[in-house]
């Protein structure tokens, strides 16, 4: 009755957006503030029909109904109930019913919002209120999570081993808000090009959206890398797998509308090219929808193999995002800014630096999609990995990185570069010494690896002069620098904390990726093998049982090789399966300071003397800590400048002057 109920919700969650859809057309049309307030409650009902959908599905993980294809194909009564609960969003059908609830969920929050002016609102909540029906109908009639099976398995199949891990159980909500939230300004963009309306009011109503969605796609890749480096077991944090680059595209768009808009919000200029980023962030995330669910792709992130599938979410991704852009198209003529600004000026670094994120996306999406159009075409199979992303993405973000700290010390129309230089010359020599420092100690011929430590320190010291030069921390007493601080505009704390995020991302990604050491061997019982500063002794190997899986189960001693300091007992397990037939390996983790010492347990075997031996593998990452941090500093500087009153819609320029400090 329960699974009934939930596919009731969902049918009447599509009914009741396509009558949210109607109304706020006629709301608009017939300039009646009556209808289109009942278009946004149309909106709000059916994000509360979602919400109860979703309950039922969770419902049907939670008991075990097989009855469900959905549950039988996905879970086991085995399986620990977090697992279950999680199973809920780990497949096509459920993954995206979470993806029509967010969808919805912001719908009604447009709908309820305050402020915006009539036309725009209405207008926005009518593209939003489309983009629902079209993912609810495609939910409904192809990818329906409640269909019943005419006969109900004894047990389920139980879910990718791969995916029982808390990290990925986390990862897709708030991957999909930051997806998702994206559509909001893709509505919005849609309404102003409608109403012919593109101002610094419109930008300052779509950068909290844009900052939001930005902020959490950045913590959702985070923690999918992270589930990447402990889970998989081959040491690494990025692949550039190609279900990775499609959630990396709409990030890097969603960088570039978050500079723009600022533009926009204080000097009306951009607003054609924010308008453009705002379609283009959506239809990169409905663009990784469509890789990761056609069977394009063969990956342990992609959810389905089903071509008729990916090719209704191929049309979906075709006529939301081929409406939009030919109405930007028609209307991007008549979009014009009488801002004016030298190329030496805030807006000019800005502009700058959308040029170099919008670059290394369109680097990002040939690599990824060539090979696919190449096989369709030809027949031909040919891999893109990261040589490719490294040789070209790797310098345009560089460039991009070395500008980023000057833009802040910059004014706006007009700025003088010879002075933010000056003002960053000791943030400039004290990284260039880093830079030296490092190629000195350590390996000279790693000298690229040398130069991104320096990069790293620039943009981390970039951001702390910046917020000393807001402060006057270095001319004013401690008394008047704490004033100042309290005083500085939260969005300005944000922007350095974002900042200086990137900056410590590259710090870690440049060293473990540059200086990292691995060993493997086939130990017996207290064998060795080093790998660095660290050597590894396998203590003893048991079979252990967990709730739903089986496991040989290696305890091992890490040590320094030199001899000094403690020693560390971690356990590193290669865990079978029995409801899948799967073997998954589970990695032990020894956390020293910033690196980690890193171990793989591999097959059983034997030495030559006839001993039992296990392939052990060791790897030493430096700095690898930093890698996963400069992620959360980025999108904590996100969510810092959400909270800035200045992002709230009706606060005024004037309002914003009159907190603004230094900026």
Known sequence: MIV?????????????????????????????????GAASAAMLASALAIVVAFAALVFAYVTSDFSVANVAANSHTDKPMFYKIAGAWGNHEGSLLLWCLVLTAFGAVLGLSRGLPFGLKTSAVAVQAVLS?????????????FNRLLEAPVQGRSLNPLLQDPALAIHPPLLYMGYVGFSVCFSLAVAALIEKRVDPAWGRWVRPWALASWALLTVGIGLGSFWAYYELGWGGWWFWDPVENASFLPWLAGAALLHSAIVTERRGALAGWTVFLSILAFTFSMLGAFLVRSGVLTSVHAFAVDPERGMMLLAILGIASGAAFVLFALRAPAIRSMATFAPVSREGMLVLN???????????LLGTLYPLLLEA???ATISVGPPYFNAVFAPLMAVACVILPAGPFLA???????????????A?????????????????????AAAGIGLGLWLILGAIFEVAERTRAMRAPLAETLRRGRNLPLGAWGMALAHAGLGVFILGAVVETGFKVEAARALPLKGEVAAGPWKVRLDEV??????????????????????????????????????????????GLD?????????VMGERGQTEAGEQSWVVRLYWNPWARLIFLGPLMMALGGLVSLLDRRLRVGAGPGARRRKEVGA
Do not use: C, H
């Open 4 to 36: 009934e109920l939930g596919s009731f919700a969902l049918i009447l969650s599509l009914v009741l957006s396509v009558l949210g859809a109607v109304m706020a057309t006629w709301g608009r049309i017939q300039r009646r503030p009556v209808i289109a």
């Open 133 to 145: 029906t079209m993912f609810l109908s495609f939910a409904a009639f192809t990818s329906n999570p």
């Open 354 to 364: 959308n040029l170099f994120l919008t670059t290394a996306a369109v680097t990002v």
């Open 377 to 379: 075409t030809t027949g």
């Open 412 to 426: 706006w129309k007009r700025g003088d570069l010879k002075g933010a230089l000056q003002r960053l010359r000791f």
């Open 428 to 448: 400039a020599l004290l990284a260039v010494a880093g830079a030296g420092l490092a190629f000195v100690l350590f390996d000279p011929k790693k000298a690229l």
């Open 542 to 587: 048991n079979i252990v049982e967990g709730p739903n899986y089986l496991a040989e189960q290696g305890k091992l001693t890490v040590a320094r090789a030199d001899g000094r300091g403690r020693e560390k007992t971690v356990t590193a397990e290669r865990r079978f399966f029995p409801a899948g037939g799967q073997t998954t390996t589970e990695v």
């Open 591 to 599: 956390f020293r300071g910033l690196d980690d010492v890193y171990v």
